[in-house]
């Protein structure tokens, strides 16, 4: 077994050092990039449900004769909104160390009068 001196040893140790601090630095700007991101993203959803609100109202005043056969499922849309806004809060600011089961995003808003 061929063994190095002492100082390249400890150059070595010093440079694994230097590296792991280095990447412990990239990795605090990054984590606050995806928060902010992820913050945007919040900022988003709520602009969507607003909109969704405004579209249920505008549908409700549509004043149509008779109602169409087909309708978009306003709550449902609201609910999935509302899984994926916790999901994000609960990834920004948890509250324990394991993760919770959320609801599945279900997706289909049309439906069908009886």
Known sequence: ???FPASVCRAGRLAGAAG???????AIPVQA?????LATAMRQL?????ALERARGAAGQSGASEPPRYFFDYPRAR???ETIRDGID???TPSRAQPRTTSAVNGHYRR???
Do not use: I
Request: aromatic share 10%; charged share 30%; proline share 3%.
């Open 1 to 3: 077994m061929r063994s």
């Open 20 to 26: 792991m601090l280095f990447l412990f630095t990239l």
């Open 33 to 37: 990039a995806e928060q902010d991101e």
């Open 46 to 50: 709520d602009q969507v449900q607003a």
């Open 79 to 81: 609910a999935d909104l």
């Open 90 to 92: 609960r990834y920004l």
């Open 112 to 114: 069908e009068r009886p």
